[in-house]
C-alpha cells in the first residue's frame, strides 16, 4: 500500500523544524501551501522543492525556480 500524508500535519511539522509559512517560497527556510501543494526550500538544497499530493498521496516532486514559480525538473 502506498503511504499518505496529511497536508496539516506535514505543514505542522515543517513549523516545529523552524520553517516559515508564506504565500509563496522566496528563500531557504520557508514553504508555502496552495491546495494540494506544498512547496518547501530546504537550507539543504541548492532549488525549492515542490510536493505535489492527489488527495492524501504524493503524486509528483519536482525542483522549481523561486523567480517564476514554475518546475523546472522532477525530483
Avoid at 25 to 44: A, K, L, M, T, Y
Amino acid at each position: 500500500p502506498l503511504e499518505t500524508y496529511d497536508i496539516d500535519a506535514v505543514t505542522e511539522k515543517l513549523v516545529e523544524m523552524g520553517y516559515t509559512r508564506g504565500e509563496v517560497v522566496e528563500g531557504c527556510g520557508q514553504f508555502s501551501v496552495r491546495g494540494g501543494i506544498i512547496d518547501i526550500f530546504s537550507p539543504n538544497h541548492s532549488a525549492p522543492v515542490r510536493v505535489d499530493f492527489w488527495g492524501d498521496e504524493v503524486d509528483l516532486i519536482g525542483y522549481f525556480d523561486v523567480v517564476s514559480q514554475r518546475r523546472t525538473e522532477n525530483a
